[in-house]
């Protein structure tokens, strides 16, 4: 049997969408779901607000917590009046950090946390962030000049679980986070970096797959064998456990 992947899924007023039937949305970019499924696994939508989470641990395989908008500052101690915050979902930073938390503890579930999903395992591990990039750099290589996508560069640190997923030294995917890691949390290791010093991946080196990025490798993933690497390695990693249970 194929691994059951589970993805988070935006809040339902996260995205809005030019309808007169429906209000609310529970939606994930379709490439999510395509680099699982090239992967050979099976992608589940996981909707924020579910009051029994815990037991999309005893039905899943594997998890992805997916990119999206900024987590409220109170969750880390930040500044909740910072001029460039973008929308909250406070039931998705409730489900996703509960989540982040079993998987901290747990130690059994194949995980990959993409951009807003490497900030909330951060905070879930005690760790902080950066409201705004500009605040800390003079420029900005993390955005496009619309605030949409840029193509950046990475370093992937040698001794990484990192390097040894993605096969490279660097990797130039696509990016799009105005916020960044302040202090890391704990038990979690730096495994990138950009150019300009922003911390762009964690992983924990006592799990059996724990990446997180904070790019977005499902945008390339298609084209960038690097980039799919992420995903495949996590199907893996989740059958094996499947076996394993």
């Known amino acids: 049997m194929a691994p059951v992947i589970g993805i988070t899924t935006y809040g339902r007023n996260e995205k809005r969408f030019d309808t007169k039937y429906y209000n609310d949305f529970y ?8 680099a699982v499924r090239r992967a050979g696994g099976v992608p589940v ?8 989470w815990e037991r999309w641990l005893e039905v899943i395989d ?11 500052p109170h969750q880390y101690n930040g500044n909740s009046e910072h001029p460039n915050l973008t929308s909250h979902d406070p039931p998705r930073d ?10 901290l503890e747990k130690i059994d ?11 909330v395992v951060n905070v879930a591990a005690g760790g902080s962030l950066h409201e705004h990039i500009p605040d800390i750099q003079p420029e900005d290589i993390h955005r496009g000049a619309d605030g949409g996508w840029a193509i950046q560069e990475v370093g992937v640190e040698s001794d990484s679980a990192l390097r040894n997923v993605m096969e490279v ?16 949390g704990e038990g979690l290791t730096v495994s990138s970096k ?5 911390i762009e991946a964690l992983e924990r080196k006592d799990h059996p797959y724990f990446i997180a990025v904070q790019w977005h490798p499902e945008k390339s993933a298609g084209e960038d064998e690097s980039q799919q690497k992420l995903f495949d390695k996590l199907v893996q990693a989740a059958k094996e456990n499947k076996n394993e249970k």
């Not at 939606?27 to 395509?34: L, S």
């Not at 594997?62 to 409220?72: A, P, R, V, Y």
């Not at 409730?94 to 998987?103: D, F, P």
């Not at 660097?170 to 890391?184: E, F, M, R």
């Open 194 to 198: 950009a150019p300009d010093g922003i």
């Open 94 to 103: 409730e489900t996703e950090l509960a989540l982040a938390k079993s998987v």
């Open 169 to 184: 030294e660097t990797a130039v995917p696509y990016s799009g986070h105005h916020q960044a890691i302040k202090n890391v």
């Open 27 to 34: 939606t994930i970019p379709a490439d999510y779901v395509d």
């Open 62 to 72: 594997g998890l992805i917590i997916s990119g999206g908008s900024d987590i409220e």
């Open 109 to 119: 579930t194949p995980s990959l946390f993409i951009c807003r999903g490497m900030q």
């Open 45 to 52: 939508l996981l909707p924020p607000g579910e009051p029994n």
